[in-house]
């Protein structure tokens, strides 16, 4: 009988000792897996603040486009304003040419 109960103590730990292998490598997996997700979360948080970087880089550049659109239109409208100052010389031109031809007459 002591053989008997040596042998199922035998095969108690021999099981233990298996279970007690797989489930250290179930740890293992799951340790491996936990690590690369973390990894991942670090790229996605690198990528998100290279995002954020570039989209505040946009917008100092839009800002910029928005200066220069507005000085263009102040352009604009002070070409706006020469422009009609020049017709209204050119019509004057045209007063001052018959007025000439009336003096030579």
């Known amino acids: 009988m002591a053989s008997a109960s040596s042998t199922s103590a035998k095969n108690l730990f021999v099981d233990s000792k298996n279970r007690l ?14 690590c690369r ?5 670090s790229q996605s948080a690198d990528m998100l603040t290279h995002s954020a970087r570039n989209m505040a880089l946009q917008e100092h550049a839009i800002r910029n486009s928005e200066e220069n659109l507005h000085k263009l239109m102040l352009l ?18 045209e007063n001052v ?6 003096m030579q007459r």
């Open 21 to 34: 292998a797989e489930r250290v490598q179930v740890n293992v997996n799951n340790m491996g897996s936990i």
């Open 37 to 41: 997700q973390v990894n991942r979360g």
């Open 76 to 93: 604009l409208t002070h070409l706006g304003y020469q422009q009609e100052s020049i017709q209204r010389s050119v019509y004057a031109l």
């Open 97 to 102: 040419k018959e007025q000439v031809r009336d």
